[in-house]
Nanobody
Framework: QVQLVESGGGLVQTGGSLRLSCAAS????????MAWFRQAPGKEREIVAV????????YYADFVKGRFTISRDNAKNTVLLQMNSLKPEDTAVYYC???????????????WGQGTQVTVSS
């Protein structure tokens, strides 16, 4: 089991940037898919980005391509989500998740963080 703790959320104006961090403990994430999901009020949880560095694979949802980047800091066992050009519709709780393979659906992930709120004001 992997323990995940997100941080870095907050309030930002339209066009601004935030960087989310997900600290992983229990195991290294080298052999896991690490993903960011988000959930806005009244909406289902949706995938934002996923990476499996062992496979050399990354995926981004269309609505974040060119604006968000998923990366890792091996020394800190941390997964990052750099979010640029933020829009009000990016407002949501963002969750970090770990799972096997390269799933793009929430049910494919076994370990979840508690979430961090991102609010983009217009």
């Amino acid at each position: 089991q992997v323990q995940l703790v997100e941080s870095g959320g907050g309030l930002v104006q339209t066009g601004g940037s935030l960087r989310l961090s997900c600290a992983a403990s229990g195991r290294t994430f080298n052999n896991y898919a690490m993903a960011w999901f988000r959930q806005a009020p009244g909406k289902e949880r949706e995938i934002v980005a996923v990476a499996n560095w062992s496979r050399g694979s990354t995926y981004y949802a269309d609505f974040v391509k060119g604006r968000f980047t998923i990366s890792r800091d091996n020394a800190k066992n941390t997964v990052l989500l750099q979010m640029n050009s933020l829009k009000p519709e990016d407002t949501a709780v963002y969750y970090c998740a770990a799972g096997r393979g390269f799933p793009r659906e929430a049910h494919g992930y076994s370990d979840w963080g508690q979430g961090t709120q991102v609010t983009v004001s217009s």
